[in-house]
């Protein structure tokens, strides 16, 4: 049965959300959003209420830009209702032909992403997009990369809002979390599905 109201699709992606502690170490929570991509309900509910806040708030977007790797998932579905193209943001070494990259840091060691050196035209307005926000590391390095091609990050989108508090979000500096004023929230002050501006810090 179809879902109408913002509420009802609210109330069915949440329950499809199910939470394991302590996976895939000890003292981590994971949301493992796979039930919302089993149920064609759920996954229609969730692009739903993304097109819905974009078009409200950012209706300047010109193209989506996923993160590796549940970025991958929505973002696509996300673009083609926009009417916007989509690109991919992967690690090091995933995608061919020229690319253009950035090191970040980790908390042992470096990682890096890359994306194509033609996929991003100057000044394009973009809109990044994954499926949650942990440390913002891979955000911060995707913004790079956006930067590094003149393009303009209008905002950050994931699904869900699942924030923990951090120092290297490279938006807002510690205070992650749905009170934050720099997120704007898709759905309602639970900020289950958010959307987070990008800041000039990134």
Request: proline residues 6%; negative net charge.
């Amino acid at each position: 049965m179809a879902v109408y109201t913002r509420e009802a699709k609210l109330d069915l992606v949440t329950k499809h959300i199910k939470s394991f502690p302590d996976f895939p170490s000890k003292g981590i929570l994971f949301r493992d959003i796979c039930p919302i991509l089993k149920d064609p309900g759920a996954l229609t509910a969730v692009i739903d209420l993304f097109e819905e806040h974009v078009r409200q708030t950012h209706p300047q977007v010109e193209l989506i830009v996923g993160l590796e790797a549940r970025g991958f998932l929505f973002g696509p579905l996300l673009a083609q209702r926009l009417g916007v193209g989509f690109v991919l943001v992967r690690k090091k070494g995933k995608l061919p032909g020229p690319t253009v990259s950035v090191a970040y840091k980790l908390e042992y060691g470096e990682a890096e992403v890359e994306v194509q050196e033609d996929a991003v035209a100057p000044g394009e307005k973009v809109l990044l997009i994954d499926d949650l926000l942990a440390t913002g590391g891979t955000l911060c390095a995707a913004c790079e990369l956006m930067k590094k091609q003149n393009a303009e990050p209008a905002c950050f989108a994931t699904m869900p809002c699942l924030w923990s508090t951090c120092s290297t979000c490279c938006y807002c500096h510690g205070s992650c979390g749905p009170t934050n004023t720099h997120y704007e929230d898709i759905l309602d002050a639970s900020s289950r599905l958010c959307s987070a501006p990008v800041s000039s810090s990134c």
